[in-house]
């Protein structure tokens, strides 16, 4: 069942003006949405918020360029504005540190938050993120990533471009219903997204040599039939973090979140227990 949607709040983070939803008491927890088309902090977590927030003040928040968020079209590498943009998130609301939970680009963003500012950064679970441009076993860009970077190109965003992009982000397509693609649709074809990534897209540094620097305990969680990210990516993080551990999914695509809620709230919990 959805929860119902939290009251949307704004705050000014340094140069960005944000959007975000809470709920919940106690200890901060902080999710970061995927980058795809039409992607939010609620779409990504409606599933989970609930559960969440019964031991959290959990905090959904739409990065820049995304959700009712400002897109401001970010010249350099947009992963260090983002999580300098955190940090200032973070400050405006006296959150001296916080758990995260980042999807995808999310994750990233979480990542580099944690090399940057590893003061902000407590515990962390990250969802089929790609901080690195190489893969040893797929070739890239992997199919749902190609059809997020075409998905604004040609004749632009369309129902028929949401539900393919959908479907090779998942692996259950019984997910997939027409409220769900309308929804994701509606939300990547407002007038400033469609301004915005008509020709352009967030240039994305490697954090390849900057991953050893992560000192934050973590949890890798992946779907075994991810096609937006490489296993193999994930197994290499487990190495070079400095204490991570990982989580593998069966039958499972890129939003293990949605494909697994029960599981997926359960191992995050317990793993934010310890």
């Not at 704004?10 to 039409?38: M, N, R, T, W």
């Not at 040893?136 to 471009?161: C, D, H, T, W």
Request: proline residues 6%.
């Amino acid at each position: 069942m959805e929860e119902r949607i939290p009251e949307s709040k704004f705050v000014q983070a340094g140069d960005v003006k944000i959007h975000y939803q809470e709920g919940g008491s106690g200890y901060p927890l902080i999710c970061l949405h995927g980058g795809g088309p039409g992607a939010s902090a609620w779409s990504n977590f409606k599933a989970n918020y609930g559960e969440l927030a019964k031991r959290y003040r959990t905090i959904l928040v739409d990065m820049p360029d995304y959700g009712r968020s400002d897109k401001p079209r970010v010249p350099g590498n947009w992963l260090a504005f983002v999580a300098r943009t955190m940090k200032d998130f973070m400050d405006r609301l006296d959150l001296k540190r916080a758990h995260f939970i980042g999807n995808s680009m999310g994750g990233q963003v979480t990542i580099k938050l944690a090399i940057d500012y590893p003061e902000k950064v407590d515990h962390f679970v990250i969802i089929g993120s790609t901080p690195i441009k190489t893969t040893v076993f797929q070739p890239m860009p992997l199919e749902a990533i190609r059809n997020i970077i075409e998905y604004y190109q040609g004749e632009g965003p369309s129902p028929q471009k949401m539900r393919q992009l959908i479907k090779s982000l998942t692996y259950d397509h019984g997910f997939i219903t027409d409220a769900l693609v309308k929804e994701r649709y509606e939300a990547s074809a407002s007038p400033d997204s469609v301004a915005l990534f008509g020709d352009y897209f967030p240039p994305l540094e490697d954090l390849y040599l900057e991953l050893p620097r992560v000192k934050a305990k973590a949890l890798i969680i992946w779907g075994q039939d991810d096609r937006a990210g490489a296993l193999d990516v994930g197994l290499m993080m487990l190495r070079q973090f400095q204490d991570a551990r990982m989580y593998i999914f069966s039958k499972c695509g890129h939003w293990a979140q949605v494909e697994h809620r029960d599981e997926f709230n359960r191992v995050v919990l317990q793993f934010f227990d310890k």
